[in-house]
């Protein structure tokens, strides 16, 4: 393992972008205390310049400890009283501590940005400080290696089959998560206030959710009283994970379709036919492949072309919401065909997220 973390960190010469299997749990119960990890035999190539030494992890692993303890301390009273038992306890806080730490009903999943600077020992290390700040056991840490460049990839794919998956509530509305076998866990708490925006806006409106992931936009326009909804992603097991969100809830009905497709598919066939939506939610990954088609979509280049494709399916006076994560999203909305173009995401980045631009919502109202 010594050697493999210098292997790792300095593979830089070879032009290596890792994204470092998950095979943690081994090292986190073997874990005690740093290793010195870096190794200076003569034949190993250079150390990476900025290296985070094993004094440096302990110093790191400290100040995450008690910057996580006083926001949990925060927190957890606040979104206890509201139900919610989700939320972000440390996102990137403290400049050289490149983490996230994210609450889910007693585990923490913790997520550094991966660099060639740290070790393998270095996220077991802090993740470790944070659950003794927390006072939760090890087994329910879960850790992440994530990639601060976004791009097509592993992001949807599956890390592990471990298949455990448990409720969680936000509000009166529960919702299955799965904290190992994916990068993201089924349930995206930026968007928890996007989704009251949509409970509030979808009574006796015929909702389309775009890239539904797992069905939760959908949970909140069925328990806003939607008189339907109509869930669409290209994933069969996403698809199958939103049908079973909707009715942990409660919610399922014959009103209520999914719809396992390409999105671009989709709104042909719906243009063609007809129907028309009166609120819809898009949130669309910043790339995708169509291997079958040989196409690619890249969100800075063709996000007004999928616009233009949903307003097609959309009702005059019906409103849109379309949203992204994507970090360094260039939005290109002049000139739709829409009016009362407004953006929204000072509303709808929570508290708890101290980037302010975790996502970014627009709302838009079909001329
Ligand atoms: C950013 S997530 C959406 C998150 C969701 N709105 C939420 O907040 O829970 C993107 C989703 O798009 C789906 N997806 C990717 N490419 C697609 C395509 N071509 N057509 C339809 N869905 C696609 C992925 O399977 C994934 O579930």
Redesign the pocket.
């Known amino acids: 393992m010594v050697k493999r973390g210098y292997e790792m960190a300095s593979n830089k010469r070879y032009g290596i972008i890792f994204l470092f299997c998950l095979q943690e749990y081994d090292l986190m119960k073997n874990y005690s205390k740093p290793k010195h990890f870096i190794s200076q035999h003569h034949s190993q190539p250079p150390i990476p310049k900025g290296f985070v030494t094993p004094e440096k992890t302990r110093e790191h692993a400290v100040m995450l400890a008690n910057r996580i303890r006083k926001r949990f301390r925060h927190l957890s009273r606040k979104f206890k009283r509201e139900g919610i038992d989700c939320f972000r306890l440390y996102d990137w806080d403290i400049k050289e501590v490149r983490a996230v730490v994210d609450w889910y009903a007693g585990h923490i999943v913790v997520a550094e940005y991966i660099r060639l600077q740290t070790g393998p020992e270095y996220l077991p290390h802090i993740a470790r400080a944070a659950a003794e700040a927390l006072n939760i056991p090890l087994r329910n840490i879960h850790l992440r290696r994530r990639q601060t460049k976004t791009q097509d990839g592993p992001r949807?794919k599956k890390l592990a089959s471990k298949g455990k998956r448990f409720q969680v509530r936000e509000r009166d509305l529960y919702f299955w998560v799965n904290l190992d076998d994916f990068l993201d866990t089924g349930?995206?708490s930026d968007?928890r206030d996007t989704r009251m925006i949509v409970r509030q806006m979808s009574k006796g409106k015929d909702f389309l959710?775009?890239?539904?992931?797992?069905?939760?936009?959908t949970c909140a326009a069925a328990a806003g009283g939607a008189c339907s909804t109509v869930t669409?992603?290209?994933?069969e097991m996403?698809t199958q994970w939103a049908k079973d969100n909707l009715s942990l809830n409660g919610l399922s009905g014959p009103q209520h379709h999914f719809v396992q497709?390409?999105?671009?598919k989709?709104l042909e066939q719906i243009s063609r036919q007809g129907k028309r939506f009166a609120l819809a939610?898009v949130?669309?990954?910043s790339f995708?492949q169509?291997k079958q088609e040989n196409k690619a979509?890249d969100i800075n280049r063709d996000h007004p072309a999928l616009i233009r494709d949903v307003l097609k399916v959309m009702a005059r006076g019906g409103v849109l919401l379309f949203?992204t994560?994507h970090q360094r999203f260039e939005p290109q909305l002049e000139g739709l065909p829409v009016k009362d173009l407004t953006e929204l995401t000072p509303d709808t980045i929570p508290e708890d997220y101290r980037n302010r631009q975790v996502h970014r919502c627009w709302r838009m109202t079909v001329i």
């Open positions: 949807y349930l995206f968007h959710n775009l890239f539904s992931y797992t069905g939760s936009f669409v992603d290209r994933s996403y497709s390409d999105a671009g989709f939610l949130d669309p990954p995708f169509d979509f949203s994560n």
